[in-house]
């Protein structure tokens, strides 16, 4: 088929750019024509940090055929490229921010006129992780519009089928081995450290994190990544708990090549989500050998087996994540753990994503 994907790709940094990247490669390679219509101006100025990584260090195989031709601020391109959307078997729209891409979407839905192609949405987000007003109005009239919704968990599911009567479907989120293939240190000691990274927004619970950090004493925390909002509130509390000795923070994106490192130097990744869509850092962190304590939140409560491959607690919860923290160091819990990790199937799970995502 000739497919179009709508959506962020390299120099676009983070998950969901990697995403679209990865998927647009392995269609291609299954036999399909394939163009990424992707953005050259994505967000307004009050974005915090940079965008984009250095266009000489892709953190995956950049996709060919990208066209860089969106821009939330230009409604005669997004009527341009809905026109030309009509020339391709299939459109798929990827979707996570309402009030940046519902107005480039429901206009370019409207240029495509009655004898479009079929349209598939991706939803990463079916709403924003902390919705505006007018977000919910959004992408209740864009997912009316669409002929198959694709979410990655049950929730984000009956999410979708309250907002629209289109056909929904659920596809677990297939890994993506950022930074090539990992190497396994199965004679890992215990540092006592454990590790939290990514983009830190309020729903992750970095708070609550460090509230258990100070009830356990002998564990220290590493934090790397981009903040979003700042990182006053959280120095605040490290000041105030005395934990100063005990956590370190790296800020910045943390590039592909980084994350073996970041992950090698910790017994587990700990994901104190308060609230969650889906993730692939359960995935990351197995492939890289670690175990991880987890909220069961989102897909997190089915990534994470507890007491074989990680531990789950109960989010927004400083003494349950306390409880696991000392759970895992107990007796021979995180090594029992770590041999408890499941084989990779990435192959596997990304063709039983795209056979979901190109269903009839």
Known sequence: MRIAIVGPTHPYKGGIAQHTTELSNRLERAGHDVTIVSWKSQYPFFYPGAQ??????????????????????????????????????????????????????????????????????????????????????????????????????????????????????????????????????????????????????????????????????????HIAGEFWGGTEQYHEIIEELGLGSRVTIDEGYVASEAIAGLLSSADALVLPYRSGTASWNVGLAHAHGIPVIATSVGSLSKQVNDGVDGLLCEPDDVQSLTKAIKRFYSSDTAQRLRQGIPALQTDKTWQAYIDILLKD
């Open 52 to 221: 984009f990584v250095p266009q000489d260090k892709p953190e995956l195989t950049p996709f060919a055929n990208s066209k860089r031709v969106l821009s939330w601020k230009n409604p005669i391109g997004w009527l341009k490229w809905g026109r030309k959307l009509r020339d391709y078997d299939q459109v798929i729209l990827v979707w996570w921010v309402p009030t940046i891409q519902g107005p480039v979407y429901l206009n370019m839905l409207k240029a495509m006129g009655k004898q479009r192609p079929k349209v598939t949405i991706i939803c990463h987000n079916v709403l924003a992780h902390h919705p505006k007003k007018g977000d919910r109005i959004l992408t209740r009239s864009l997912l009316a519009k669409v002929d198959d919704i694709i979410t990655h968990t049950d929730e984000q599911a009956a999410i979708a089928r309250n907002l629209s009567k289109a056909k929904v479907r659920t596809a677990a989120l297939p890994l993506i081995l950022q930074g090539g293939p990992p190497t396994v240190n199965k004679k890992h000691s215990l540092t006592h450290q454990l590790v939290f990274f990514g983009f830190i927004r309020p729903y992750k619970g970095l708070d609550v994190l460090l509230r258990a950090i100070a009830a356990v004493p002998s564990v220290k925390l």
